[in-house]
């Protein structure tokens, strides 16, 4: 039988690897994700997504379906985190370290997503197959080839048993912390590695004679051992994540019988006689115990050949802070649109390389504060000075041939900092356009996006002519100008020929108003920046140049690797 074609084959499918499955269905890019078991996991696990993950899932359409599916719909959320022996002890502690807004007033038009990441995943999903992936689960990669042209994959159907072959172009591995794929390309890891490993169970219990009406996020517990979690499930206080960890060189998940974790939630909550009953934790099985590893690791290449690396298989990160979640999905926005690129030959391959210098600069800073924080609270320990949330989440600077100009102090910024810096995520700025306000931020997503100042005529032609010469889409936005000034168009979309109208941005009404977007951006009203597809800043002129065309061309064919 001659085998299935497809772009991109993703090898996982939990959060990162449908993530990975939606940026790239949404580029319009063929994609096959394969996940070996038979359903979701019905497990909270990463509990929020941040800021800056909403404004990657804003850029697909799922930022309404996240805030309806959030266990804080239209409420400002805090997480309450205590310290203890027990649930029942009679006062609790906090843990000691601040994580700062993670959404400072002004920076962003998306607030903290409080949602379990089974729901995510469940949403992930139905977008996915909306979009045209292909999404198989019950499949498992039993090998893989690649060559030159593309990688040769043999997969199995483990409800029939039947074996069966797929080529695809590219494959990404989402495959997890221990990934196969990984080890299978000799990849090697940096970092302190396993820290622990824990079991986890979800439970139904009253707990409230022990909470005694007091507000319980997350408890950190000594009972029935140091390093015991208790996470509410509702807000009811009956439904719950029990983790505490095990040594599997010495047992085996196996030996967590229902009664024994049930008894180890009763120490746990200081409520030696309550009911306790562990719930399935996938559709169609009787599995309720799950184990898994806390540690600390990055891979030292994100790329071999045509294998990627994204998520837990590309970086491992203690919970705290939800960073290992929202590093992976972002993983995912970076890697799609330069794959959808390349496949179109808009690109070059060599654009592909940037992903690694990107994201595993990235994963290295995350990873060391996500330690830090777990140090904390925890106990082990760095000497990684803590930053800002917020800037770690979203004010990271990328340096890689993608960007051009980029700070030779890649530190991350401060929020109040991002002003269309080369390798910063393009700031927000309320605006209006059509008749509408929005954000700059939704200005970007599967285009390249030319921000001209008001007396920017000369990079508006440049861009025309760029487009139509390299055949590539940009989209043009005159800033300070409204609607009637700017130049005419169709909302900015480059047709087939690469050449975009121009659509004006004006300053949002209320407290916005007057805002010089311009200014924003670090731009005179004669400059111009160019903002990739992921809305990372590309490039930036803060003013006229000699040759506009010959300048903006020499940008387009840099960034995009073509020679």
């Known amino acids: 039988m001659a085998a299935e074609q497809t772009s991109v084959l993703v090898v996982g499918g939990s959060l990162t690897g449908l993530a990975s499955a939606v940026f790239l269905a949404w580029h319009g890019v063929p994609v096959t994700l394969v996940e070996r078991h038979p359903d979701l996991l019905m497990h909270p696990r990463l509990r929020g997504v941040s800021p800056r993950t909403v404004e990657a899932f804003r850029q697909v359409g799922l930022e309404p379906a996240i805030r309806e599916a959030s266990f804080a719909p239209g409420e400002t959320f805090e997480w309450v985190l205590i310290r203890a022996e027990t649930l029942a002890d009679a006062e609790y502690a906090s843990p000691t370290e601040e994580e700062g807004d993670p959404n400072p007033a002004g920076t962003t038009p998306c607030s903290f997503g409080p949602i379990d990441q089974d729901q995510v995943e469940l949403l992930l999903r139905a977008r996915a197959r909306e979009l045209g992936a292909d999404v198989r689960f019950s499949t498992e990669l039993t090998s893989f080839e690649q060559d030159d042209d593309g990688v040769r994959a043999l997969l199995r159907d483990r409800r029939g048993g039947e074996a069966y072959e797929v080529r695809a172009d590219y494959l990404i591995a989402a495959d997890g912390g221990s990934s196969p794929v990984r080890e299978h390309l000799g990849i090697e890891v940096e970092g302190p590695g396993a820290l622990f490993h824990l079991v986890t169970a979800l439970v139904d219990a009253d707990l409230t004679p022990a909470t005694r009406g007091r507000e319980v996020a997350i408890a950190y517990l000594q009972r ?110 970076n890697l799609a649109w330069k794959l959808a690129a390349v496949l179109r030959g808009n690109a070059g391959p060599a654009l592909l390389d940037s992903y690694h210098d990107e994201r595993h600069a990235t994963g ?196 995009l690797a073509r020679a």
């Open 224 to 333: 029935p051992q140091p390093y015991t979690t208790l996470m509410a499930h509702d807000d009811l206080g009956r439904r719950w994540v029990f983790s505490t960890g095990y040594a599997p060189d010495q047992e085996s998940l196996e030996d967590f019988t229902d009664e024994r974790v049930a008894d180890m939630v009763r120490a746990a909550a200081g409520l030696p006689d309550v009911k306790v009953t562990l719930r399935p934790q996938i559709p169609g099985t009787d599995r309720k115990i799950f184990g898994f590893s806390i540690g600390a690791q990055v891979a030292r290449e994100y790329r071999r050949g045509r294998v990627f690396l994204v998520g837990d298989a590309a970086h491992l990160m203690p919970p705290t802070g939800g960073l290992n979640g929202n590093t992976g999905v972002q993983d995912a926005q």
């Open 364 to 559: 290295h800073l995350t990873m060391g504060q996500a330690f830090a924080r777990f140090g904390a609270r925890m106990g082990p320990g760095t000497q990684v000075p803590l930053l800002e949330y917020s800037a770690v989440s979203m004010g990271y600077q990328y340096r890689s041939t993608a960007v051009l100009g980029a700070a030779e102090d890649a530190s991350p910024l401060p929020q109040s900092e991002l002003a269309g810096q080369p390798g910063t995520r393009a700031p927000h700025v309320p605006i209006r356009t059509r008749g509408k306000e929005i954000s700059t931020i939704d200005l970007y997503g599967q285009d390249f996006v030319l921000l001209a100042g008001a007396e920017a005529d000369g990079w508006l032609d440049a861009a025309r002519t760029s487009a139509a010469d390299l055949g590539v889409p940009v989209r043009c936005y005159r800033l300070g100008a409204p609607d009637d000034a700017a130049g005419g168009g169709d909302d900015g979309v480059a047709g087939a020929d690469g050449v975009a109208g121009v659509v004006g941005l004006d300053g949002a009404d209320g407290a916005d108003a007057g805002v010089d977007i311009g200014a924003r951006h670090g731009l005179h009203p004669d400059g111009a920046l160019l903002v990739r597809p992921d809305g990372v800043v590309a490039w930036r002129c803060a003013g006229a140049a000699e040759n506009p065309g010959a300048e903006l061309s020499r940008v387009l064919r840099a960034v």
